[in-house]
């Protein structure tokens, strides 16, 4: 079945510094992928999204590249804040619609 | 535009109880799902609703039902409640199981269930 693969956090950094959080997935056909994020004590947010190969969600700074060829969705920030901390959930969902899949998440934490 | 409504916030409840939890989509939006996070299994799909028809169901026991009222605004069961069942449930609604490619989907703050 379909399933997404994150790297394991946390992921510790001081403030400006550059982020990348990994991650691959698993899927029949051409899935779309999110990248989603939760603040302690909240729901999930979408940050970005990307629905065919080569797009590029961007939002708040992040970005993540849909590459078909390694099947990678890596999120990337050039400068996080402290604000930033939070966990990060990539995620797809498969082109017959069925249901969200999603990785284990990764803890993001800044400090000043 | 107001979001996704769950409620209650929090709940507590007993083993062997049933509960009830509660999600108003976005309005317009027709498809609601829910979820259920925890820390050892993270984030499971539960079931979808599109207009008052449950249109996918994930792994779960039968204790764990739904349905969706003509409003679109959806409710989820859980009977005889065990020590596993605490987690926190999130509901998500899109205009319909197709337009998450253009919008997403949008989540609510979700219900923190604790069973004692």
């Known amino acids: 079945g379909d399933s997404v693969t994150q790297m394991e956090g946390p992921v510790t950094l001081s403030e400006e510094a550059f982020l990348t959080i990994n991650c691959t997935y698993t899927?029949?056909?051409?899935?779309?992928l999110f990248w989603y994020v939760q603040y302690p004590g909240e729901g999930l947010q979408l940050l970005l999204k990307?629905?065919?190969?080569?797009d590029k969600g961007s939002n708040k700074g992040f970005e993540a590249t849909y590459r078909k060829e390694t099947t990678s969705f890596h999120l990337e920030k050039g400068s996080v804040q402290v604000s930033d901390s939070a966990v990060y959930f990539c995620?797809?969902?498969?082109?017959?619609?069925?249901?969200?899949?999603f990785g284990t998440g990764t803890r993001l934490l800044v400090s000043p | 535009k107001a979001g996704v409504t769950q409620t209650p916030r929090y709940l507590i409840k007993t083993r062997g109880q049933q509960v009830t939890l509660s999600c108003s989509p976005i309005?317009?939006?027709?498809?609601v799902s829910w979820y259920q996070q925890t820390p050892g299994q993270g984030l499971q799909f539960l079931f979808e609703?599109?207009?008052?028809?449950?249109?996918n169901k994930g792994n779960f026991p039968g204790r764990f039902s739904g349905r969706q009222f003509s409003n679109s605004r959806s409710e989820m069961n859980v009977s005889t409640l065990e020590l596993g069942d605490s987690a926190l449930y999130l509901c998500?609604?899109?205009?319909?199981?197709?337009?998450?490619?253009?919008?997403?989907?949008?989540f609510g703050s979700g219900t923190r269930l604790t069973v004692v």
């Open positions: 998500a609604s899109s205009s319909s199981p197709g337009a998450y490619t253009n919008y997403g989907y949008t």
């Open positions: 899927a029949t056909g051409y899935p779309s």
């Open positions: 990307a629905t065919k190969a080569d």
């Open positions: 995620a797809l969902i498969g082109p017959s619609f069925q249901k969200l899949v």
């Open positions: 309005s317009g939006h027709r498809s």
């Open positions: 609703y599109f207009s008052e028809t449950q249109r």
